[in-house]
């Protein structure tokens, strides 16, 4: 064999092994989050920021208390939140005080240019306003609710990539797919968007 052929023959060996790897990268998992983590990160961020809006022209207040998150519930690609939530609303001669608790769905997606993911398309499941035997079913307080929060989960993202981490910087300008499996969220590499 001459020296062209063995060139040739290699760089083909090496052409294969890439194209190998670039197929195999796509069946991996590059970055996993848990669903106790997720929903730890999005508490605090909830936690940070009082929702503001009004119901029936009287301004309302929305401090959430306690978030249980569900990803992927029965294999379906969306989160669920369970939130219970204080509501003030500031009525002319004083602040009437409630609870709230609200079960919503919503699709996460991955924002490629900012390396974030949202949540979009909010829905309620469920709401109940009061407490103890008392529980009504209030659907303007729930549906101003959930407006206050969709606000705030199109703004802000419920996880960025750290780019400065050595574990997330390879991530970071690389075009992602987002995955949930029950418990679990996943970022991995998507070739065809290039």
């Known amino acids: 064999m001459d020296n062209?052929?063995?060139?040739?023959?290699k760089i083909l060996t090496l052409a294969l092994l890439l194209l190998a790897s670039?197929?195999?990268l796509n069946r991996i998992d590059m970055f996993s989050l848990k669903q106790q983590e997720l929903q730890t990160v999005i508490l605090e961020q909830l936690e940070q920021q009082q929702g503001k809006g009004k119901m029936l022209g009287l301004p309302l207040t929305l401090t959430v208390q306690q978030?249980?998150?569900?990803?992927?519930?029965?294999?379906?690609?969306?989160?669920?939140?369970k939130l219970a939530l204080g509501a003030e609303v500031d009525a002319l001669f004083k602040p009437l005080h409630t609870d709230l608790k609200l079960h919503l769905s919503a699709l996460p997606y991955f924002d490629d240019e900012k390396n974030a993911i949202y949540l979009k398309n909010l829905n309620i499941?469920?709401?109940?306003?009061?407490?103890g035997s008392s529980q009504l079913k209030l659907a303007p307080l729930s549906n101003e609710a959930k407006a206050i929060l969709s606000e705030v989960l199109n703004r802000q993202p419920i996880y960025k990539l750290d780019c400065s981490?050595?574990?997330?910087?390879?991530?970071?300008?690389?075009?992602?797919?987002?995955v949930l499996q029950p418990g679990e969220l996943l970022l991995k590499p998507n070739y065809s968007a290039q």
């Open 125 to 131: 499941l469920d709401s109940s306003v009061g407490s």
């Open 165 to 178: 981490k050595v574990t997330e910087k390879v991530l970071c300008g690389m075009p992602l797919t987002l």
């Open 22 to 24: 670039c197929t195999q």
């Open 67 to 81: 978030l249980e998150l569900h990803l992927a519930p029965d294999n379906k690609q969306q989160i669920e939140l």
């Open 4 to 9: 062209i052929t063995l060139k040739k023959q």
